[in-house]
């Protein structure tokens, strides 16, 4: 897809040895130093997790604008836009890591079975009590001494100390409450937001991918309205709708026909109808605002 917003990788910030392709682990403070270019809006394609100690600020995670102070976690799926505006004196650790690190040969990508990565259902920002992080804390410092210094199943241990850190996270993120009549989240949903990611330019039906998770059309719908009051043409419709948002405000160098052709949409006029009808406004009232 044409466009400017820089898409970083982790070799980006890193220096050229296989490890860097993985995994990465650095203070924040070094980082910003390093690389001032990041309070920009950009994309990654890995995950990342930010971890705040100390600092006040904003991070702004796909148009929405989160507080920053001491204690909050971030966390970040490939793609998304972000861009941070910190305080001198804000401390924490960053965290990178790929999809192919954690899996390390499986298959499946269970990343998405923890709540903080579930971008349609929880917000990616954790706030926790000073007293709960403490283990967190430790995790992180043992993980950068561990990526700091070469030693023998270096890869391995990484990945240890980076599912126990998840673990932890995940058992402090605040539950998002289920009615008693309602199901828990299935993991057929896991996998639709992967598809959905992999998928949504092609504008492919929503049989598409009730047949790659071997389901009717009609069970994948009403899996999605109960966990998420939503169709499945709903998830489909609004991550196309994220896409160009993204794109007009981040890609001026496109015009609207452009931004239309790159979402997919032979028809300028179509996707000019398509965008009103979900945001309230023409693509080109969207950019004005800005």
């Known amino acids: 897809m044409p466009e400017k917003l820089p898409v970083y990788s982790i070799p980006d910030f890193t220096t050229a040895r296989p490890l860097s392709r993985g995994i990465h682990v650095a203070d924040l403070q070094a980082h910003r130093k390093t690389h001032a270019f990041v309070q920009a809006p950009h994309k990654h394609d890995f995950y990342l997790l930010l971890y705040v100690k100390a600092g006040q600020g904003t991070h702004t995670i796909d148009f929405t604008e989160y507080a920053v102070q001491p204690g909050s976690v971030f966390f970040l799926t490939p793609g998304q836009v972000h861009a941070w505006n910190l305080t001198d004196d804000t401390q924490g650790t960053l965290l990178f890591f790929s999809s192919e690190f954690y899996r390390a040969g499986r298959e499946t990508d269970p990343l998405r079975q923890f709540p903080y990565f579930q971008t349609w259902q929880h917000p990616p920002v954790l706030y926790a009590s000073p007293d709960t992080l403490p283990p967190v804390e430790q995790l992180l410092q043992q ?148």
């Not at 539950?175 to 057929?188: H, L, R, S, V, Y």
């Not at 609207?256 to 009103?276: M, P, T, W």
């Open 143 to 290: 993980m950068q001494r561990e990526y700091t210094t070469a030693a023998a199943f270096q890869s391995q241990a990484l990945r240890a100390y980076l599912e126990l850190l998840l673990i932890q996270l995940a058992r402090l993120y605040p539950k998002a409450p289920i009615a008693p009549e309602e199901n828990t989240w299935p993991f057929q949903l896991y996998q639709l937001e992967s598809l959905v990611e992999k998928h949504y330019l092609e504008h492919q039906s929503v049989k598409f991918y009730a047949d790659a998770l071997h389901l009717s059309a009609k069970y994948l719908n009403e899996l999605c309205k109960q966990n998420l009051r939503k169709t499945t043409s709903d998830l489909l419709q609004e991550r196309l709708v994220l896409e160009a948002r993204r794109l007009l405000t981040h890609s001026p160098h496109l015009n609207i026909a452009q931004v239309a052709h790159a979402l997919g949409f032979e028809d300028n006029s179509y996707f000019s109808r398509f965008f009103k009808k979900h945001t309230g406004n023409t693509p080109e009232q969207f950019r004005q605002k800005g």
